[in-house]
């Protein structure tokens, strides 16, 4: 079995990825800079390597995802491991009862890794707790999202060189997304500066204290970003609840050239999709190859978890309790 | 609006007059000079003698010659209401009070939620061209409570501030989520402070009297309750917070807190609730059924406290015209509200005449403070403002006769009341509209 060369030395430190929070630079590094064998690879007519050969991967969803769990899917796949996919409809049962069943359940068949998304958060950390093999987080509740925010950090770094410095816009329904938090969190380690802009019905309590800068005025928001982060709006947070209706979020809120223009030139756009054309985010700005970065983004995505995959899976056993 | 020069309107001097500008504390001899619709020039030094006699020469007798009057409470029931007032009638109403500016509630019928309707109102006081009329718009669709208005697109139509008019938003949430959304627009939310779980049902004050006249009542405490509720509110989410037509010493002891602590909060109140209490309602005068209701006494005189100490920003008329067919029923059964355009300044002045404020006190209560709260321009003296101005005579003494009253409906529980001071000319960018009643 080979392994492509730690381009570090640094040795991951964690058994499992339940978030950004309390990994280091050098993690980060760690993962941006193994991921980059891995864009490589993809890229090739073969894309299929034996490093996880004999391993299993199982990505369990208490939550619908399509395009997260095919990247997660397409990652074990290519790195040779043996991939289950389970989607376990929430509604019906009791939350609780039925992840830590469905863990021990499944740690009996002795899965290597486990990708996990569920809606509550601490859910994915709770679950981790049962399992003797790896965890990765792929997105709990409004807490975080760590391969999302990688393979932000891995296209930010691909197109600008560095994360360092950098000043990051990120727009829109903070308050329930893990996607913000998590990124809040890699851009502050990574030194990166983080505003926030929405309007504050979006926004958690005390956001600042992450180390943000609150905007409420996107242009103002907006002025001198070198990257631009929108967030998807979910339509039932529009009807008057959160935001009054989608044509006033579009006016205050919605990125659009005239908007775009207070950023710096090249700013590079962001979105971690699915995206709402016409609420977050105009079509033409959404299309525009030279700046918007949403494609690069999900291609990013598959070697990132790749990195992961093969990160922590080095040092595990075969599954001994 | 300034359309002097199109109309070919004369320049006017307004000599021997006693100006009173409270925002910069002038009460004193001297004239206006009135040109292209602004003042030109005002002061101690304006006066007859040596004019251009291009200007046309108004005596002003001595009388007092103030800012004109902002209205930050009416009614004026169109679109929808219009078998009540119109913004035609309100108008008038408004100039023969002396009101230069008034911003009307959204409950119309559309309720001001939408911008079509903010549109429609600002394009009727262009036809009517008397009075300036400003709109509110509502916090909640349909003011039914429950879901935020487009607030930051009314805000760019023009609307002032946000409030669901003679409704109280009750929710907390809705109104947590309404006081730090409008905070992105600097507006204010004006709250009608009644806690509708204990007022609901209730026609008059709860109390003796209530209880003699079988009346079900509102209490007092569901006032307080309300305020002290959204004033914690306001500590966490921000914003700014207007309490309207505050009419308990409880209510009014609550804003003196919350401005003690620093919040941003305001209040007015309306005439009835310092020249009144709840024995107006006597043997079941549908007139005085008010919303607040008309309280105790001791209510009203802590209002009177509250206005003399600057716990009350502003007065504002709470003009709420109802005609015939909803008064002339069982007290329980009558529509809340009264009239009150006509007889804002009069009412206010009373608190002159005994001694509870300066003349230029009560003034601010109805200009440079409530425009401030708006953020209008309007309510002071400043050379290149606007020539908004109201000429009174503070001691004129009349009774109030509501078969006089230019609103089309007469509603007001001060029939035969005796008063002092009386509008003389109400004048908008220079135009006079209101000469006095013949």
């Not at chain 1, 996607?179 to 979006?202: C, D, E, K, W, Y």
């Not at chain 2, 305020?227 to 804003?255: P, Q």
């Not at chain 2, 105790?296 to 067919?325: K, M, W």
């Amino acid at each position: 079995m080979t392994t492509p060369p730690n381009p570090t030395n640094h040795r991951f430190p964690h058994r499992h990825l339940l978030g950004i929070e309390g990994l280091s630079s050098a993690d980060i590094s760690l993962i941006l800079d193994l991921s980059e064998g891995y864009v490589a690879q993809n890229r090739q007519a073969d894309k299929t390597r034996s490093t996880l050969h004999g391993r299993t991967l199982i990505n369990l969803f208490f939550e619908t995802s399509t395009r997260t769990r095919t990247s997660f899917e397409l990652a074990g796949k290519r790195l040779g491991a043996d991939v289950i996919n389970m989607t376990v409809a929430t509604s019906s049962i009791k939350k609780g009862e039925t992840m830590i069943d469905a863990a021990v359940t499944l740690n009996a068949m002795r899965p290597d890794v486990l990708a996990v998304r569920h809606p509550d958060s601490g859910a994915v950390s709770l679950l981790s707790e049962k399992i003797n093999g790896a965890v990765i987080n792929a997105g709990d509740g409004s807490h975080e999202h760590p391969t999302q925010a990688l393979l932000d950090a891995l296209t930010i770094r691909r197109r600008r060189g560095r994360i360092e410095g950098l000043l990051v816009a990120i727009c829109g329904d903070v308050l329930h997304s893990r996607v913000a938090r998590s990124n809040i969190h890699l851009l502050n380690i990574m030194g990166a500066r983080v505003r926030v802009i929405a309007p504050p019905t979006l926004l958690p309590t005390a956001i600042e204290r992450m180390g943000v800068e609150v905007f409420h005025d996107m242009r103002k928001g907006l002025e001198d970003c070198d990257i631009v982060m929108m967030l998807r709006v979910q339509t039932e947070r529009m009807q008057g609840n959160l935001i009054p209706s989608v044509r006033e979020y579009f006016h205050f809120y919605g990125l659009d050239y005239d908007k775009l223009g207070a950023a710096k030139p090249d700013a590079l756009i962001m979105h971690p999709g699915p995206m709402n054309r016409g609420v977050e985010i105009d079509s033409a700005v959404a299309d525009d190859y030279g700046r918007s970065v949403i494609h690069e983004q999900v291609e990013m995505g598959v070697a990132v978890r790749m990195a992961c995959l093969d990160l922590l899976t080095r040092d595990l056993d075969g599954g001994t309790d | 609006m300034a359309a002097n020069g199109k109309t070919g309107q004369r320049p006017m001097a307004l000599v021997n007059a006693r100006l009173l500008d409270p925002a910069s504390g002038l009460d004193g001899p001297g004239g206006i000079l009135v040109e292209n619709g602004a003042i030109a020039d005002f002061g101690a030094h304006i006066g007859a003698d040596g004019l251009d006699p291009r200007f046309e020469v108004v005596d002003c007798g001595g009388h007092c010659l103030a800012p004109g009057l902002v209205d930050m409470r009416v009614q004026l029931r169109e679109p929808g209401e219009e078998h009540k007032e119109t913004i035609a009638t309100g108008s008038r109403a408004a100039a023969a009070g002396g009101v230069t500016t008034m911003v009307c509630l959204p409950n119309t019928a559309p309720v001001i939620d939408d911008i079509a309707v903010v549109e429609f109102i600002a394009h009727r006081a262009r036809e009517v061209k008397l009075v300036k009329v400003f709109a509110y718009g509502a916090v909640t669709r349909g003011a039914k409570g429950a879901d935020l208005t487009e607030m930051g697109l009314l805000a760019e139509a023009g609307v002032l501030a946000f409030t669901d008019g003679t409704r109280a938003v009750a929710d907390a949430v809705v109104m947590n989520r309404a006081l730090s959304y409008a905070s992105i627009f600097d507006k204010m939310i004006i709250q009608h402070p009644e806690e509708p779980s204990l007022a609901g049902g209730g026609h008059m004050n709860k109390g003796e009297a209530a209880t003699r006249l079988g009346l079900r009542g509102i209490p007092p405490v569901a006032e307080v309750l309300m305020i002290e509720r959204d004033l914690r509110l306001l500590g966490a989410a921000g914003g700014r917070y207007h309490v309207a037509h505050v009419s308990t010493a409880d209510g009014v002891e609550a804003v003196r807190r919350g401005k003690a602590q620093g919040l941003a909060v305001t209040c007015d109140t309306a005439p009835p609730y310092f020249t009144l209490n709840e024995g107006a309602v006597g043997d079941y005068r549908t007139f005085a059924k008010l919303s607040p209701p008309l309280r105790a006494e001791s209510d009203r005189a802590a209002i009177v406290a509250g206005l003399a100490d600057g716990t009350i920003d502003a007065i504002a008329s709470d003009h709420a015209p109802q005609d015939q067919d909803s008064k002339r029923l069982p007290f329980a059964q009558a529509a809340f509200g009264a009239v009150g355009l006509e007889t804002l300044l009069p009412l206010a002045l009373g608190l002159y005449h005994k001694g509870a404020l300066g003349m230029l006190d009560v003034i601010a209560c109805l200009t440079n403070r409530p425009a401030a709260l708006l953020g209008l321009p309007s309510g002071r003296l400043a050379a290149g403002a606007a020539a908004d101005l109201v000429l009174f005579d503070p001691d004129h003494p009349w009774r109030i006769e509501e078969a006089d009253f230019y609103s089309k409906s007469k509603n007001a529980p001060y029939d035969g009341h005796p008063v002092q001071g009386r509008v003389e000319r109400t004048i908008v960018d220079g135009r006079t509209i209101f000469a006095g009643r013949a």
